[in-house]
């Protein structure tokens, strides 16, 4: 079956950057469009960023523009999301997710997710 395993999460600094990695099994990876959001505690889940199959488009949710950035590697099964410039407010569960029949990025239904890695941002 389909996992998501999520990593790279942790405490840091505003100011501060962390990169997440997200590593895929059981499905052909570079078939699936991938996706990141973060959920805070009391709120609802908040789409991040996406990326497409074969990582030549992007798209970006508010709270990422011009700070965090969306890259795949396909040969390793593998999306990233680096976190620059990182706020109090980005502290979160952060979550990758997967599906294979997205046509435009910005769709925020997606069929597979991963348990979430914690990013804790500190003042």
């Not at 009391?42 to 508010?62: L, N």
């Not at 965090?68 to 590697?73: A, N, W």
């Not at 099964?77 to 706020?87: D, G, R």
């Not at 997710?97 to 991963?114: E, K, N, Q």
């Amino acid at each position: 079956q389909v996992q998501l395993v999520e990593s790279g999460g942790g405490l840091v600094q505003a100011g501060g950057s962390l990169r997440l990695s997200c590593a895929a099994s059981g499905l052909r990876f570079s078939s699936y469009v991938m996706g990141w959001f973060r959920q805070a505690p009391g709120k609802g889940r908040e789409f991040v960023a996406a990326i497409s199959r074969s990582g030549d488009s992007t798209y970006y949710g508010d709270v990422a523009k011009g700070r965090f950035t969306v890259s795949r590697d396909n040969t390793q099964n593998t999306v990233y999301l680096q976190m620059n410039s990182l706020k109090p407010e980005d502290t979160a569960v952060y979550y990758c997710a997967a599906d294979f029949r997205i046509v435009v990025l910005g769709t925020l239904s997606y069929d597979h997710w991963g348990q979430g890695t914690q990013v804790t941002v500190s003042t």
